[in-house]
């Protein structure tokens, strides 16, 4: 019989610590021989990233030694921290951010091949190839030790250390005339050289550049005869890739969609299998990977279309397309190799594993490599994601998932209807998903309805959709948040006396501009968000530095606009709760912003609470801020919405807790 208990309070397996217990991020993924390779984030591990190895036979084992951790600094964000030389593999190491090699074998031992720069973390290095001769990794580098703006560069650092030569050796730079750099490729006779680039106020998904050299290997490595292959205004191109016969590909929006296309010799692009459907993602990590070629010269590429990822196929020589349905939600980090594709899958009813797809026959047959965490827990438990359409800014069409609440043990009073938290995502050029997320769950399961909004500017509905952002952030964000909230309410799905918002980054701005400029709110929850938008302006990392050009307008010709949308300016409207969670190494939201934030809700006598945790940068990774930060945020929704939450939970120390009655 199932217990009666109010929303909020219900009582639920999905605690704090069965979310970081054993869990790991997968990200990147790579082929070598039989075996695969991936690497995990593990949080109970202090965020170490560990590379994991499924040897030809099954058996799975840890790469590298104690002590290292594969993730790079690079952009901030990271992304493509190691890729394989032969028998080795390369990466950056996340304590000094110098570039190693190790072997593959069980107990092996790394090396330095990057020599040490005169400051510490001052180069960078992510998203490498390697020479056909096995001489060489080509890779990209961010240079901190030469003025206020890092540098941008493709190097070449030598791999003799891997087998016993001298090194380490400083990188020679190869490519050192643009803002930003992704994706050195290599063609396969080791001749000509790819990348993208771009340049300031441009972000990756706005206007990028597809740039090729010939390459020399004459006593070193040079570059000559750069030239710019592809790409004009508001054009986005993204993963360049080199087929087995030497045809260049990229992935191009000129159709309004992310899609494949080959580059003729006169540098115009042919659309590969012109699709309504996003094959890329935005570029804010390193070596993203959304296509590959078979044995042939076909091409394997991976796209999502009513909440289920597909995969694409184009026959070498006829161009046919098959399309492959899957019962996954998305695919990442996708490896071709003859008939089978490898890649990290995003399910709808569990975590992420890593999956080999066979291609061979009409029905794509699907093997686990690394299978997901058995959560343990009982049926009707897990609530599915529900597509939304609703109206959103400007009267235009706008999208949600939606979660209601689930917990088959427990039931609510007939007469209440369910808090609801809203969702904005980070980027703000990012998404929502509809794939199983544990930290949702935690929400769903203890009775609150989850609305993970796809406000407009958010990407997977082409680049139209994308640019309704257009110099209108903290506008049409806050409207489509307010309006999925506003649309539940009159379906009568929710309580409108208790509607709450959360974000990060710059779903944070959105969250803290929400509960400045609207009154549809009762409360927020800010996670390392951007308060002060001038200030941002000012103090963010190289990668993003001009990203609020496009956001809201050129700084600081357009201060005015950037005071009028800033929440902290507008501190006195902010007349509900809210709780703010920082890291203290953030490089990307200053902790400044938060404690400004946190200073002008206490002069208003605001109720709100700050917790701040030593040692976490932009995002939390280690296992005791990730349950602290969720503990605290359930406790602090009970004090503003009057329920009590189940379980032991910590208090948090709310300023001004009297005025919340």
């Known amino acids: 019989m199932s217990t009666v208990a109010p929303y909020g309070a219900w009582p639920s397996p999905i605690t ?24 995990e984030l593990r949080p109970d591990e202090g965020a170490r990233c560990q590379i994991v190895c499924r040897d ?22 990271g992304g493509a921290a190691w890729w394989l030389a032969g028998e080795h593999v390369v990466f950056a190491n996340w304590s000094d951010q110098r570039l190693y090699g190790q072997r593959l074998d069980v107990g092996a031992v790394p090396v330095p091949l990057s020599a040490a720069p005169d400051e510490p973390h001052a180069w960078r290095f992510a998203d490498g190839v390697v020479t056909p001769d096995g001489r060489w990794t080509i890779c990209v580098r961010e240079d901190h030790s030469a003025g206020a703006e890092a540098r941008n560069e493709v190097v070449a650092v030598p791999l003799a250390p891997l087998t016993g030569g001298l090194g380490p050796e400083a990188p020679i730079v190869l490519v050192s005339d643009h803002d930003f750099v992704a994706a050195p490729r290599l063609s396969p006779d080791g001749t000509r050289l790819a990348w993208i680039a771009w340049n300031h106020p441009n972000m990756p998904w706005d206007t990028t550049e597809l740039w090729t050299a010939d390459l020399h290997i004459d006593g070193a490595l040079r570059a000559s005869a750069s030239r710019r292959v592809a790409g004009h205004d508001d054009e986005s191109l993204l993963q360049p890739e080199w087929s087995p016969s030497g ?54 590429f991976t796209f999502s279309s009513g909440g289920r990822a597909r995969l694409g196929r184009v026959r070498a020589g006829t161009g046919a397309l098959a399309v492959h349905e899957l019962d996954d939600v998305a695919l990442n980090a996708l490896r071709v190799a003859g008939d089978s594709v490898a890649a990290i899958a995003s399910r709808v009813d569990g975590e992420p594993e890593v999956v080999r797809y066979d291609l061979a026959g009409a029905v794509a047959d699907r093997e686990v490599l690394r299978r997901a965490r058995d959560l343990g827990l009982p049926p009707g438990m897990v609530s599915s994601a529900e597509p939304v359409e609703f109206v959103g800014s400007g009267g235009l069409a706008t999208y949600a998932y939606v979660y209601a609440p689930t917990n088959a043990e427990v039931v609510a009073p007939s007469d209440e209807l369910p808090p609801l938290l809203v969702l904005s995502h980070g980027g703000p050029t990012g998404s929502a998903s509809a794939s199983f997320n544990l930290a949702v769950q935690f929400w769903t399961s203890r009775g609150f309805m989850v609305a993970d909004v796809d406000y407009g500017g958010s990407t997977g ?25 506003e649309h539940l309410v009159a379906e009568g799905r929710v309580d409108p006396e208790r509607l709450a918002i959360r974000g990060g980054s710059a779903g944070g701005y959105t969250t803290l501009s929400a ?37 809201v307008g050129p700084w600081p010709q357009a201060q005015a606009t950037y005071d009028e949308r800033s929440p902290l300016q507008h501190a006195d409207r902010l007349s509900c709760p809210v709780i703010t969670l920082q890291g203290l190494e953030d490089q990307i939201v200053p902790p400044n912003q938060s404690e400004m934030l946190v200073a002008a809700l206490d002069a208003n006598g605001i109720p709100h609470a700050y917790l701040a945790f030593e040692g976490e940068q932009h995002g939390f990774r280690q296992a005791s801020t990730i349950k602290r930060a969720l503990t605290a945020e359930l406790y602090f929704y009970g004090r503003v919405f009057g329920f009590e939450p189940a379980g032991d939970i910590e208090p948090v120390a709310i300023v001004h807790e009297d005025r919340l009655r």
Not at 63 to 73: C, I, K, Q, Y
């Open 16 to 39: 704090p610590e069965l979310i970081v217990a054993g869990a790991a991020s997968l990200t990147d993924l790579a082929r070598w021989g039989g075996s695969t390779l991936w690497s």
């Open 461 to 485: 509905y082409g680049r139209r959709y994308r640019q309704r952002l257009a110099g209108a952030w903290g506008v049409v964000d806050v409207d489509d948040c307010c309006a999925i909230a």
């Open 515 to 551: 509960l400045a400029f609207r009154d549809v709110f009762r409360a927020g929850a800010n996670h390392f968000g951007v308060a002060d938008l001038a200030a941002l302006a000012r103090d963010t990392h190289k990668f993003e530095s001009r990203y609020l050009d496009g956001l």
């Open 56 to 77: 030809r036979d099954g058996a799975v084992r840890d790469v590298l030694a104690d002590g290292f951790s594969a993730r790079t600094r690079v952009h901030e964000y």
């Open 247 to 300: 045809e260049l590909h990229v992935v191009s929006d000129r159709s309004d969609w992310w899609n494949v296309y080959r580059v003729g010799a006169d540098g115009e692009l042919e659309a590969v299998a012109p699709i309504e459907a996003e094959v890329g993602v935005p570029a804010w990590g390193l070596g993203q990977s959304r296509y590959g070629f078979d044995a042939d010269g076909g091409i394997v």
